[in-house]
Each structure stands twice: as C-alpha cells, then as structure tokens.
C-alpha cells in the first residue's frame, strides 16, 4: 500500500503497532511507517523504523521478513550516505532470503548501485531478479525493476533500450492501483524523452508526474533534478538554479536522504556555470564532490569534478593543473560509459588550448570529436564544437566554417523541435561558441561577405519560423481569462494604494500555469527553409543600405551592405556602447519631463559618442539614401534616430537581416483594414484615436469597454494596419508577460501569438513597447519580435518613456504620411522633423523607431 495510498498506509501501519501485534506483524508496520519516512521524510526515522522491522524479524525467526527488511534498510543506509553499512545490510538479505523473496531483494540492490553510480552490477542484479519476478507472476515488482533497468540504461546512453523498458513497465502499472509507482513511471517517461532530444515533451511528461505525486502527497525529489536538467537544456539555468536551491531547503528541512541532497548540488552548480554564476558553481560543486566522496559514489563523484573545472575555467583559473583534471575526469567518465565523457575532452583540449599545448589539446579534441557523428543532438554539438577547434588550431579556415555548419545544422533540427519561441531563442545559447569561432574564421579570411553571413547564421534566428501556435487548449483559454481579470483587478488595488499579496501570488501562480502550457508544445515547422543569400540581400535593397553590426572579441565590426558590395570597418568597444546606451535612456527619461530643458545638448553629445562607438568611420560612408540597422540583441535599447549621421534620413531597425527580407517581401493582407484601438488610463485619453477614426473612413475603432482582449484579438487577425493606444508595460522577468493594457486586463504575448495573421502594419503609440530581453546566443524576446514572425512587416514602437501629450502630434504626423502612402520609416522620419523644437518633443521622436520594411 506505501506505494498506492502512502498516507493511508502508514495509518494502516499505526493501528496494527497500537494493537499489541506479534513481532511478524509489527515488523511489516515498522517497515512501512520506516519506508515511507524514507523516500518523504526524515531519514533519522526512517533508520529507527527500519532497524526495529529487522529486529523483530529476527524475533519472528522468519529469514524472508528478514531478508525484506534488510534490503529496505540498505538502501535507507545508502541513500543516508552510509555506504558500507547499507551494501553490508544488502548483501545479508541477498543471503538470508530465498525464491521470491530474494529476488525482491536483488532489486532493492540493484536500486542501491543505481544510486551509487554502479551501473554493471545494477544490471546484473536487475537481470536475476526479472526471470523470478516474472515467473512468480509479481506483475508490481516486475514492473519496478523494468522501470530501474530502463533507468540504468539511460544513464549509460542506451535510449532505444530504455524506451522498450519503459514502455513494458508502464503496460504493467495500468494493470494495478499502484499510484505512486505510475507516477514515477510518466517521469521516467520524461526523461527518456529528455534524453532523446524531445525537451517539450520531457516538461509535460515531468509537470504530469508532479500533478500526480502532489496528489498523494508524495514528493519526489528526484522530479526536481530532472527538470533542472531539462530546464538547462532549455536554455533556462536560471530558473533551473532557483528550483534546485528551493529543492535543497526543503529537503533539509525534513531531514531528508544526503545522496538526494548531493545530486541537487551538483544540479544546482550545473545550473549557475549556464547562468554565468561560476563562483556559485565552484561552491555547490565543491560540496557536492565531498558528499559524493563521503557516500562512495564515484561515478556521480567524477560528474560534480566535470562541473567544478568548467567553473574553475569561467572564472578564469586555467592552468596546466587544470588541463590535468580535466583530462582525470574525462578518462574515468569514458570508463564508466558515460554519455558526458566527450564533455569532459572538449574541456581538456580547451584548456589545453588555451595555454598554447596544442599537441594535449589535439590529442583531446580527437577523443571528443568521436560523438559528432551519433547520439543526441546536444553531444553531437560537442562533437563539432571540438572538430571546429581542431581546424583551427591546425589553421584550415575552411575545417572551421565546415565544423561550425555541420555543428548549427544539429543544433536547428533540434531547436525546430520546440514549439515556444522563448525555448527556440534561449537554446541557441548552446551554439554560440560554434557561431562565434566561424564569426572569427570570416573575419580572418578578410572576407566582409563571408562575415555576413556567419553574423546571420545565428542572429534573431527564433523570428525565422513562427512559433507553433498553442492548440485549443480550453484550459490554456482559462487560464489566459484568469490572468487578466486577476491582473486587472491588482492593478486597480495598486491605483488605490491597497495591498495586494493574495493577488499578486494567484498572478504569479497562473503565469506559470500559462508559461507551461506553451513550453510544452511542440515544433511543428519541417525547418528553417533556405539559408541566408548575401546575393539576394543585395539585390533586393536597391538604393537603401543595410548596416549590420557584429561583435568579435569585444569590438563592434560594422557591415555596409549596399549597390551590390559589402565592406568592413571597425568601430569601438561594445561594453562602452552599452555603458552609454544606459545613459541616454536615463537622458530621454529626464527629457519625457518639462523643464529639463538643458539636457538636451548633454543628450545631443551622448548621440554623438555612441556614433563613434557603434559606426565609427563607417559613419562617413551611409551616403544619403535610407538606412536599416541591424544591432546585436545587447543593443537594442539604443535610440537609433538621436546618432546624428540618422538623425533626418529614412531610417529602421531590424532583428536581423533575413528578417528584413522577410519583412520586404510580405505582402500587405487584401481589404485594407484599419483597427484603432484605445486603452484605459491614458494621460491623453488616447487623444490621437478621435481624429484618426475621423480621419480612416470605416476603420474598427475599439475604445473603452469595448477594447476588450477577445474583441482586440479578433479585430487585430488580418488587418492592413492597426494602431494602440494602451499603456505598455515590459516584463524582464518574464518577457512573452509584456502587455498592453486593454478595459478587461493585459493583452499579452502569448495572445499575439494565437494570432493567425498579426496586422501587416502596426502602431503602438505608448512607452517601453520596443523594449526586450536579450536571451540566448543574439535572440530578443518583446512584443515587437512576436510581432514580426506572424506576418508583420512593421512597427512603429518605443524604446524608452516618453511625454504622453508629445506622442500625440507625433502620432498625427506619422499617419499622414502613411496616408500619402509613405512607409513607416519615412513617415517617421517626417514626423519627427514636423514636431516643435523643444525638448521635450525632440526627445519623444527619437524614442519612436520604424522596426521591418513596410
């Protein structure tokens, strides 16, 4: 019953010790009231339960009650960290039991090697029991041990195996009331889905397990190192730290098993080397290591020794003591089959590297190389990644370029895998190292052309397929509804100055709820479809001139693409760009205010200094035509139109280059629709939406109640050009939670992207709408890089606060030129010129950019 209705058991077990029972039977009480202390709670009384079940089985004189209880009692010792004690106390049950009996104990063996990382003798033991187990018809405990050779198999990389394993036991779970035990059956589930590349999956299989241990109360420990795993993968370490950390507190909290608590370190100093935590990753891993010495887990031992020397080396440690470790690590993983042994051997070449020992590190990198032709897509990039520094160490820029694209091309199949696009852009993270040594190689060749095109192999490259829309989810559609009557029913209490924490925790908790939803959908797209042409990039920018911005070791390399060429200039550091970049947002925010007149020439100089920084002389060479600029992700803050070499030419933004392409050759959705929509609480009323509804003869005007979401949504599929009033808010936290905010709650991005068809032109005329996080390798997340996947070509949005009153005229200026028939950028352009000379409106108009081509 422990496994089947845990609590009710364990009452079960307490009316038998309360009612003068014989040795035999309160020997099964305490075991069961000891097992469950055990596996969800305080392992101090676990160990006295367990001890008092193997006493009175002595007394009982019955050697199978005996042996049953040892074998708890032993992997109660072991997962305490008392090794010895706990395989002492297995070996007795393996000798004392007979039949059955001993084949249930065998398990619990095979369970204990399992935790100690020793797979072989795992295996064997699983082997002997499984014939017993199944001849004896146990369907329960023939399941169980399916389930843990499954285990084992992934732990050794044999997936196909795993998966067959899986599949049997799950066939043979349904078959009892077992709860507990199918639970951990969908986990496990999860995991091989995991381990076979699939991570949406893997989260919904893994938040199903959790719904289902929630309801008996039973948590699992080992869920929480599983989804730090799948989280990382994801691209998501900080998030992964956190759970790992909250994982830990709880468990010494109860008092809970030290092998569990030591695999959480090493999850969590996993966790902060992806954040960029190392001096975080060297203590959790440093403790780990300890621990797993302690308990004699050799083989989780050497994986913490991995994570402590990548820490070592991001904090900047390398040394030839380093190289050393690194190489120690590497030889005893390959000798336990571990699948993170060609890790370890990119690591020593690296280091190697590093130090110029090019015949270590050669011999290294050969080791690693061997994973880029199988196994999942993660180790395979390892793979290429050690291939691509092997040629380059060897000088062949085109082994490089060669490794580098065979090494993307993994990482591409694996991220169209996944369906959110917050996923498909925090994964490229895992191929930046490769993006950045063929960005090197280019500029090495002396090749301009060839440099642009590795700075577009991995920029912005979540905006190149659309994210797969969410099904009809009714409960997804719920929870959407919920969020944004409790989101606005807390942003009334906060206008009130009334406290608000039970709403804020029920907003936080269906953020989640919605956040998991989409993290479990699933890619779609067959792939990312041509790759970029520099040819027919050219050809199609006709007498306007793309300015792409790269970054390699620090510096901004500016790339002129225009009248058929492409050319090169270096301009300045980009840590200074981005220092400056903060100080002008910090200017406009002053300037959004009357009487900050005198800013305006401090603001005037900061537009010059970022000019040197990010164009430098390549500023001399714009000519007069209009202008696309393409930053980096970490310089999208930066108000484009205040450089003064922009300041009055047609001028826009892009995520990237293909991007623009995409944007110039959509087409404009036939009807030519116009949706104005105004929010509430705008300090203007949203005073431009009156004339231009006057203005757009038969346009859909939604103001007041009737700018509801719903309405919105519907209003906004397929139409020509929209325009938004609404207060805009950014989530840095949270960023596809950035909103507009419409009468019944916040229109988020997650509704944009159920969109079929986001409108072809859109206007949002509030602050903070251009804002995004810049996640990933180069990607960006924010309510415009939504927008333009969908089939967007335009917006017109806002980098920084700005004076309610002064977006108005601008606005009006802007549409009429669109009614003219100018595009975005040029009626901008002429907007901003139209506007009066003061501050304040100067200020406003270079907040405003023009992002795509329509």
């Given at each position: 019953m422990v496994f089947a209705a845990p609590k009710q058991a364990v009452a079960r077990a307490e009316e038998v010790l309360g009612s003068a029972p014989s040795p035999l039977h309160a020997s099964v009480a305490h075991q069961v009231i000891g097992i469950w202390q055990r596996d969800w709670g305080d392992m101090k009384l676990a160990l006295h339960h367990l001890r008092r079940a193997r006493d009175l089985a002595v007394r009982a004189e019955s050697t199978d009650r005996e042996g049953d209880a040892l074998a708890a009692l032993g992997v109660a010792l072991v997962t305490a960290g008392r090794t010895r004690q706990g395989l002492d106390a297995l070996e007795r049950g393996v000798r004392v039991s007979s039949g059955h009996t001993r084949a249930r104990v065998l398990f619990r063996r095979a369970y204990a090697s399992w935790v100690l990382g020793r797979h072989r003798e795992s295996l064997e033991d699983v082997r002997r029991a499984i014939p017993v187990l199944r001849q004896m018809d146990d369907v329960i405990w023939t399941a169980r041990a399916l389930t843990l050779r499954a285990t084992v198999h992934l732990a050794v990389g044999a997936v196909e195996r795993a998966e067959a394993d899986f599949a049997a036991a799950e066939s043979l779970f349904d078959t009892t009331g077992q709860e507990h035990d199918k639970a951990d059956g969908v986990e496990s589930r999860g995991l091989a889905a995991f381990r076979s590349g699939d991570i949406p999956a893997a989260l919904r299989l893994f938040d199903e397990a959790g719904d289902r241990y929630a309801k008996l109360g039973t948590p699992s420990f080992m869920l929480y190192i599983r989804r730090c795993e799948v989280l990382m993968a994801a691209g998501l370490a900080p998030e992964a730290l956190a759970e790992a950390d909250a994982a830990i507190a709880v468990l010494d909290g109860i008092g809970g098993q030290s092998t569990l608590k030591a695999e959480l370190l090493l999850a969590a100093a996993r966790a902060a080397r992806r954040a960029g935590d190392p001096h975080t990753a060297i203590a959790r891993a440093a403790l780990a290591v300890r621990l797993f010495a302690a308990q004699r887990r050799p083989w989780w031992e050497t994986h913490a020794r991995l994570v402590l020397v990548e820490a070592r080396l991001a904090a900047g440690r390398g040394s030839g003591r380093l190289v050393a470790d690194a190489a120690e690590v590497a030889e005893r993983l390959a000798g336990f089959g571990a699948p993170a042994a060609p890790e370890a051997s990119l690591l020593a070449g690296r280091i190697a590297l590093g130090l110029g020992w090019t015949a270590d590190a050669e011999r290294h990198l050969a080791v690693a190389a061997r994973s880029r032709h199988s196994g999942p897509p993660l180790a395979r990039m390892t793979g290429w990644a050690a291939q691509a520094l092997r040629a380059r160490a060897a000088g062949s820029q085109r082994g490089v370029l060669e490794a580098c694209r065979r090494g993307l091309d993994v990482l591409d199949d694996h991220r169209m895998t996944l369906g959110a696009s917050e996923l498909r852009a925090r994964a490229t993270e895992q191929g930046a190292e490769l993006a950045a040594l063929a960005q090197q190689a280019s500029l090495d060749s002396g090749s301009p052309r060839r440099l642009l095109v590795w700075s577009e192999r991995w920029r912005a490259t979540a905006l190149s397929a659309p994210p797969t829309r969410p099904p009809a989810d009714p409960e997804l559609l719920g929870d959407l509804t919920a969020f944004r009557e409790i989101a606005a029913r807390a942003e009334a209490a906060r206008m009130e100055g009334r406290p608000i924490p039970a709403l804020e925790r029920e907003q936080?908790?269906?953020?989640?709820?919605?956040?998991?939803?989409?993290?479990?959908?699933?890619?779609?797209?067959?792939?990312?479809?041509?790759?970029?042409?520099?040819?027919?990039?050219?050809?199609?920018?006709?007498?306007?001139?793309l300015v792409e911005l790269a970054v390699l070791d620090g510096r901004v390399q500016v790339l002129l693409c225009g009248q058929g060429r492409v050319r090169r200039f270096e301009a300045g550091p980009l840590a200074e760009a981005e220092t400056e970049a903060e100080h002008v947002q910090a200017g406009l925010r002053r300037l959004a205010h009357p009487g900050a007149e005198a800013r305006l020439p401090v603001v005037e100089a900061m537009g010059r200094r970022l000019e040197e920084l990010l164009l430098g002389p390549a500023a001399a060479h714009l000519g007069s035509g209009p202008v696309v600029v393409v930053p980096p992700g970490r310089l999208h803050r930066v108000p484009w139109a205040l450089l003064p070499s922009l300041r009055e030419?047609?001028?826009?933004?892009?995520?990237?280059?293909?991007?623009?392409?995409?944007?110039h050759e959509t087409e404009p959705p036939p009807g030519g629709r116009q949706v104005l929509v105004r929010g509430p609480g705008l300090a203007t009323e949203g005073a431009e939406v009156s004339e231009l509804a006057g203005r757009y003869g038969g346009s859909t005007v939604l103001e007041e109640d009737e700018a509801r979401v719903p309405r919105v949504l519907e209003e906004l599929d397929g139409a020509a050009l929209a325009h938004i009033a609404a207060h805009g808010t950014f989530r840095a936290d949270s960023p596809l939670f950035s909103s507009l905010r419409m009468a019944d709650g916040p229109i988020v991005v997650h509704d944009f992207e159920r969109l079929d068809r986001s409108p072809y032109r859109i206007i949002l005329s509030c602050c903070d709408t251009a804002r995004f996080a810049s996640v990933g390798a180069d990607e960006l997340l924010g309510l415009v890089t939504a927008l333009l996947p969908l089939g967007t070509a335009g917006v017109v949005a806002c980098t920084a606060p700005v004076n309610d009153a002064a977006v108005v005229p601008l606005m009006l200026a802007l549409h009429k030129g669109l009614s003219s028939g100018l595009s975005l950028a040029e009626a901008l352009r002429d907007a901003r010129a139209?506007?009066?000379?003061?501050?304040?409106?100067?200020?406003t108009g270079w907040a405003f950019s023009a992002f795509g081509a329509a």
């Open positions: 936080r908790r269906l953020e989640r709820e919605i956040r998991g939803r989409t993290l479990h959908i699933r890619g779609d797209a067959p792939g990312f479809g041509s790759r970029f042409d520099p040819g027919r990039l050219l050809d199609r920018l006709g007498d306007v001139l030419r047609v001028l826009s933004v892009s995520p990237s280059a293909s991007s623009w392409l995409r944007a139209a506007l009066p000379g003061d501050a304040t409106h100067q200020a």
